[in-house]
């Protein structure tokens, strides 16, 4: 592409409605100082995307945004002083591009590709050379592109929060992008997965995938009894809590005294709030998990490179139905990602 190339993207526009992504055309961006030019292949979607095109995700954002915070592609080009990487590389940009390692900070967490900056469904993005990540090998761009966001939550969620230990067991929500990431990892690592969905032809999906128990929550509006009987009465070791305030009850019922739960989605309306009157009885370890760090996706890609694991599609869709693509995740229809073929 010349310096000088037009590229599509697309941009938010008034919020309120999955029509809020409107194709636009762009400058081809240039990278500067210790940036790199990435030319994204694919991109998936996370829930996040949607609220923040319905109105409903908290925080400030630039107009005309770029969305969505995961993608894949190859480094095009570098600017001065960056040999992270270089032209050709297959990577995906971290979702907070200046979390390198260590704890979460204010200053860490400020710049969310796809919220409080520009994200990646767009042609080609100049990303912070640092906020790279190299892809695994045997892993295609639309694969890759899954990770950034969902795999590094559940990442976080078990083994740098969560410590996960092989026995144990592990109650992912629902049969997201979270929680498939959820089940996968754990079983890799020697844990036990007990899986909910609210469809029948979901909870067989996830038992081919190696889910040691399924539950379904339309049919037990109690699950947390069904986990229990799962458990011999003794409760899980890691809830992921990806529906937020209204399954919270359920989920420390389920877990066992001194468990860890993740705090993770606000699916059924708003994010839990750990009330201390739940919580301290069972002295229960709560964490909010917000993503993670480009350590901790560096430590997963390892992972996933051992144990050769492939992200779960459910479908991929062409850059122009994008929004089709937003319709699609809000119909709930899914199993594991959606992506984007850019």
């Known amino acids: 592409m010349a310096s000088d190339a037009a590229m599509r993207a697309y941009a938010l526009q008034q919020t309120g409605s ?14 500067g100082p210790g940036q ?5 292949r694919a991109v998936s979607l996370n829930y ?4 923040i095109a319905l109105g409903r995700y908290p925080g400030a954002r630039p107009d005309a945004l770029i969305p969505a915070s995961d993608g894949a592609g190859e480094v095009v080009a ?11 590389d297959r990577v995906a940009p971290t979702f907070f591009q200046t979390w390198t390692d260590g704890p979460a900070t204010p200053e860490k967490t400020q710049n969310a590709l796809g919220g409080s900056v520009d994200g990646v469904l767009a042609e080609s993005v100049v990303v912070d050379a640092e906020g790279l990540v190299l892809l695994p090998d045997h892993l295609s761009f639309e694969e890759g592109a899954t990770l950034p966001c969902a795999a590094v939550t559940a990442w976080n969620a078990l083994v740098t929060e969560g410590r996960l230990q092989p026995g144990q067991t592990v109650l992912a929500q629902g049969t997201g992008g979270v929680s498939i990431f959820a089940l996968q990892f754990a079983k890799a690592l020697g844990a036990r997965v007990i ?6 032809t979901k909870l067989e999906h996830a038992r081919r995938l190696g889910a040691d128990g399924t539950i379904n929550y339309r049919q037990h509006p109690d699950w947390e009894e069904q986990v229990l009987a799962l458990t011999g009465g003794q409760g899980v070791d890691h809830v992921l809590e990806v529906a937020g305030e209204q399954t919270f009850p359920h989920s420390v019922r389920a877990t066992r005294p001194g468990g860890h739960i993740s705090l993770i989605g606000m699916l059924s309306g708003g994010f839990a709030r750990p009330e201390p009157a739940l919580v301290e ?3 229960l370890d709560v964490q909010r998990t917000y993503v993670g760090s480009r350590a901790m996706f560096e430590d997963m890609n390892r992972l996933i490179t051992q144990r050769r694991l492939t992200p779960v599609i459910d479908r991929s869709f062409p850059f122009e139905q994008a929004r089709e693509a937003l319709r699609y995740m809000e119909s709930g229809a899914h199993f594991g990602k959606i992506v984007i073929a850019v």
């Open 18 to 31: 999955v029509d809020a992504w409107v194709q636009v055309e762009r400058p081809e961006p240039k990278p």
């Open 195 to 200: 899986i909910t969905s609210s469809q029948d």
């Open 36 to 40: 790199a030019l990435v030319r994204i």
């Open 281 to 283: 009885p069972k002295k």
């Open 48 to 51: 996040r995307d949607l609220y």
């Open 78 to 88: 570098v600017g001065p002083g960056v040999s992270r990487v270089t032209p050709g």
